[in-house]
């Protein structure tokens, strides 16, 4: 019984966020616009009206057909926020409340559809996921807890089907998506090929030891295995049993309404996706210049010049790096990066790429910046101007750089930067579609990859501001444009794999250079032309590879009908709809002003019951209080108030409660107000209060991201304050309380096996006190430095410590708290004028299992510390009435399993086992201690 309940709790603590999803904020200063659909309520910045009608116009087309396989009832008005401040492309869908948000950024990785397309139909498939639970067992859930039962019926459904299922709508709804990029699915085939046979959980769950592939691909080569061999409406049926069925157990549901179990299905899934890409007869053998150390190792973008080899290597072990190889395979490391979005380019000693850059405050007022290195002197530079989007970065004549520009109004153009004057002269890139890519040549000529009805390569002369069509669109990817002599180089899944490409631009004729085993990409020529160098992808990586020119294949395609997946075509044909080959007529709606104020409040859940949603929200990992009452629970659309309003009885008594929250202004502003129970009077335990308690906490923080290239960067000051009219002594009549501080932090980022950080430092000063005269005061300092261990991915970690309480007036007394870190397993409060804390931590990872018990258990790495702790404190002593030195220590081990619960839950939990000795205690003694990572 114990165990059950430890699984449930664990289960709702990691899969809460499902339900209660704080998406960010956008800048303060922004004004905001509503347009109104039949099924849709647009919600986006002034300014965006064109890209708001656009996603409306999409959104509203995409409605009846994203539903067609899976009868959803008809959802309620659909509130859609845009976000066309942040850098990136994404979305998401969440319930409690009911919203989906969009990211409509460029996007540059998989696809060649419009971006507002492949956004529309996979989140549109989540929506109408969610819409399928909303019967059976769960709708009686909504006149209990309101939205909240949407999120509830979620905690039961895996997060490969979720993410897969919508992969496989954006596929089987267009003739793009995901399903039909040869990249998507390649990890499988190269890793089955090697006989990297993983199990079902490694795959979903993931591995310290090897790479393994998302859940998303993973999910979409089961939905859709299931879709073509049980019928379209099979996960119709799945979702629709799972709320006829108690426990609502989605493998149950798998098994009893399609016959499926999941390692079957995995099995199935995996032999036939692997079928479905064409074999090469006679596939390259390149040479290869990268290391073949056993490690996945990644090295992208190959570029030659005079020093070398130039190569942005990505790797388990360490974060992503600059590097260069000579003609002997020996590797140089130039400089860590950022989170670089574009290939790299080189030009007159520098490498330029860009990468994306934090807003200071707000999440959803992000930049992409163009960066140089100089590699004589591995001195690193930003050339864009400040609060830019600037992507495909591509050398220009004139020391000059030509890159695509992304404004929030959702205009794209094409830019010319000039680092030494700093000046820009900007271009309209052709019909406001996207640039995925682009290259000039040496007269200044752009040659760009552009997504409409496909990729298709067009010229720009920016003497005369014209474009010039040179290559007609084709369902295909086209990425990775390099300029060769006459050519154009780059990448393609055309032939059903990645393989590289030359466009010759006097005959326009195509052609396939390399017939890659698995998948050929970022190609370019030496400057003699002599060799193709490209990243070459294989079970352990994208190896840095070359082929001479006389072995390059030198047969013209033409490049107009692509290789077409079996699985894709199969799922396509279940629809009555294909979104590419549809004509959308965009409506331009009037939108009119959303006021901020007039929409501080959504209740959208209640609960017949009490709970700290604000406790829930920040220890996932701690026991839920449930008391008598009810609960109003609000938060609007625009992520900037959240708000709880409760009444709820506890043994002292009724109370009522309200929780505000606002982000909306530069600072966070947090009021926390509890009135209810009887008041304490603590000098006089005799005495009866007949006075209700009133318990209040104002906070106040400003979270600053200073965060660039590979360091994690930021500054909290923060301000709290407590009242509360219990009665201390006398003099207190009532109790308040202050706490002001300031957190500043820098590390460096952290690779995938990493346990600490490699190096950097954390510092936390802090004011607590009461304005009242008889309490005293008290400063604090904490200190976090880490750094590098003896061997690779071991950290060590020290903690300095210290808290001074000045004394307080005659007849007061010290605080009864501490503020600082101290030694392990000696949690005394004792009233203390100063604590030092010394701490020290090593640890290291043993060993990579990669092994697991059923569905219930998966063992994903035993890692160890090593830790000593020191405490000294002085205490009052009564016998000599003074201050005594008091000292507590703390040694041991700790040995902790890195693992995941149950098979549908992608966050991580731990198990630790600790063998401790502490100050008072003659032998080592062993402690349990598990753990949830969120």
């Not at 752009?446 to 298709?456: E, K, M, Q, R």
């Not at 295909?476 to 390099?482: E, Q």
């Not at 026991?623 to 609007?636: A, H, T, V």
């Not at 043994?651 to 982000?663: A, D, R």
């Amino acid at each position: 019984m114990k165990l059950k309940c430890l699984l449930i709790m664990m289960l709702f603590a990691c899969r809460v966020e499902a339900q209660y999803v704080d998406y960010g904020n956008d800048p303060a200063r922004l004004k905001w616009r509503l347009i109104r659909t039949e099924r849709h309520k647009v919600i986006f910045p002034a300014g965006f009206e064109t890209g708001a009608s656009i996603y409306a116009s999409i959104l509203e087309a995409v409605y009846p057909h994203v539903r067609y396989t899976m009868s959803a009832a008809r959802s309620s008005t659909m509130p859609v926020v845009l976000h066309p401040f942040n850098a990136h492309h994404n979305g998401m869908v969440a319930w409690a409340p009911k919203r989906m948000e969009l990211l409509p950024a460029p996007e540059f990785g998989y696809g060649f559809q419009i971006r507002e397309l492949g956004l529309s139909l996979h989140e549109s498939r989540h929506a109408a996921q969610i819409d399928r639970l909303n019967c059976g067992l769960f709708r009686p859930f909504h006149l209990i807890i309101g939205q909240q039962a949407a999120g509830l019926s979620l905690l039961f459904v895996p997060e490969w089907f979720l993410e897969g299922e919508a992969v496989l709508a954006e596929t089987a709804l267009s003739s793009s998506g995901r399903g039909r990029e040869p990249s998507f699915l390649m990890p499988y085939r190269a890793q089955l090929a090697a006989g990297k046979n993983y199990s079902f959980d490694k795959w979903l769950l993931g591995s310290y030891r090897n790479f393994t592939h998302n859940h998303y691909a993973l999910g979409y080569m089961m939905t859709a295995r299931a879709r073509i061999d049980h019928g379209a409406d099979v996960w119709d049926k799945v979702l629709k049993g799972m709320t006829r069925t108690f426990p609502p157990i989605f493998a149950l549901s798998m098994r009893k309404y399609a016959g499926m179990k999941t390692n079957s299905l995995f099995d199935s899934a995996m032999t036939s996706a692997m079928r479905d890409f064409p074999t090469p007869a006679n596939p390259d053998r390149p040479a290869i210049m990268s290391p073949d150390s056993g490690e996945y190792l990644s090295y992208l973008h190959p570029q030659e010049t005079e020093y070398g080899i130039i190569s942005l290597k990505k790797s388990l072990y360490d974060i992503p790096s600059i590097v260069l190889t000579d003609s002997a395979g020996d590797e140089r490391r130039l400089a860590y990066t950022g989170a670089v979005n574009s290939k790299l380019s080189y030009s007159d000693g520098y490498v330029y790429w860009t990468e994306y850059v934090p807003g200071l405050r707000w999440r959803h007022e992000s930049w992409s910046a163009v960066k140089r290195l100089r590699v004589e002197t591995k001195k690193i530079e930003t050339i864009s101007p400040r609060r830019s989007k600037h992507f495909t970065p591509t050398p220009f004549p004139g020391n000059r750089i030509a890159v695509y520009e992304y404004s929030p109004d959702g205009r794209g153009s094409l830019a010319i930067l000039d680092p030494a004057t700093k000046t820009k002269n900007s271009y309209p890139v052709f019909r406001n579609l996207q640039v995925q890519d682009m290259t000039a040549d040496a007269n200044g000529k752009i040659f760009a990859s552009i997504t409409g009805a496909g990729n298709g390569i067009f010229r720009f002369d920016t003497l005369s501001a014209e474009w010039t069509g040179f290559l007609a669109y084709c369902r295909a990817s086209i990425r990775g444009l390099r300029m060769h002599g006459g050519e154009l180089i780059f990448e393609s899944g055309y032939s059903g794999i990645d393989n590289i490409y030359a466009f010759d631009t006097l005959s326009l004729k195509v052609r396939r250079l390399t017939d890659a085993r698995f998948g050929a990409f970022g190609g370019t020529f030496s400057s003699d032309g002599a060799k193709l160098y490209f990243s070459d992808y294989s079970a352990n990586g994208y190896r840095l590879a070359s082929l001479p020119a006389e072995k390059l294949n030198r047969d013209a395609i033409d490049f107009k009908t692509p290789f077409k997946f079996g699985t894709a075509e199969a799922l396509s044909a279940q629809e009555i709809f294909n979104a590419d080959d549809s004509v959308f007529t965009v409506k331009h709606y009037e939108s009119k002003p959303y006021g901020k104020a007039a929409h501080l409040f959504n209740f959208h859940s209640w609960l017949p019951a009490f709970y700290d949603l604000d406790e829930l929200r920040n220890d996932f990992g701690r026991l839920i209080e449930f008391k008598p009452g009810i609960s109003l629970l609000s938060q609007n659309a625009l992520n900037t108030l959240v708000s709880q309003a409760s009444y709820y009885y506890a043994p002292n008594g009724h109370h009522g409660y309200v929780s505000l929250k606002y982000s909306g202004f530069f600072p966070v502003f947090h009021l926390k107000l509890d009135v209810g129970g009887r008041r304490a009077i603590l000098d006089d335990p005799q005495a009866v209060s007949v006075t209700r308690r009133i318990n209040a906490v104002f906070l106040a923080y400003l979270p600053l991201s200073f965060t660039r290239d590979h360091w994690v960067h930021g500054l909290q000051p923060y301000l709290y304050y407590r009242f509360g009219n219990d009665r201390l002594s006398k003099i207190d009549a009532n109790y308040s309380h202050v706490n002001g501080g300031i957190t500043y932090y820098r590390y460096r980022s952290l690779a995938h096996r990493d346990i600490f950080p490699k190096s950097g430092w954390r510092l936390r000063l802090e004011y607590a006190g009461n304005p009242r005269i008889s309490m005293g005061q008290l400063l604090v300092a904490n200190a976090n430095v880490w750094f590098p261990g003896l061997i690779r991915n071991h950290g060590l970690k020290t903690t300095l410590a210290f808290q001074k309480q000045f004394a307080p007036a005659e007849g007061g007394y010290f605080f009864p708290e501490r503020y600082v870190e101290i030694a392990r397993k000696t949690s005394y409060r004792v009233a203390s004028p100063l604590i030092y804390t010394v701490k020290g931590d090593y640890s290291f990872p043993i060993l990579y299992p990669d092994w697991n018990i059923g569905s219930l258990l998966y063992f994903k790495r035993l890692r160890g510390n090593v830790f000593y702790d020191y405490t000294c404190n002085r205490v009052f002593d009564s016998e000599t009435s003074g201050f005594l030195w008091r000292g507590q220590s703390s040694c041991g081990l700790d040995l902790t399993l890195d693992l995941h619960p149950l098979q549908f839950l992608l966050a991580p939990a731990s198990i630790t086992f600790r063998l401790a000795k502490y100050t008072g205690v003659k032998s080592f003694k062993p402690e349990i201690i598990w753990g949830i990572s969120i």
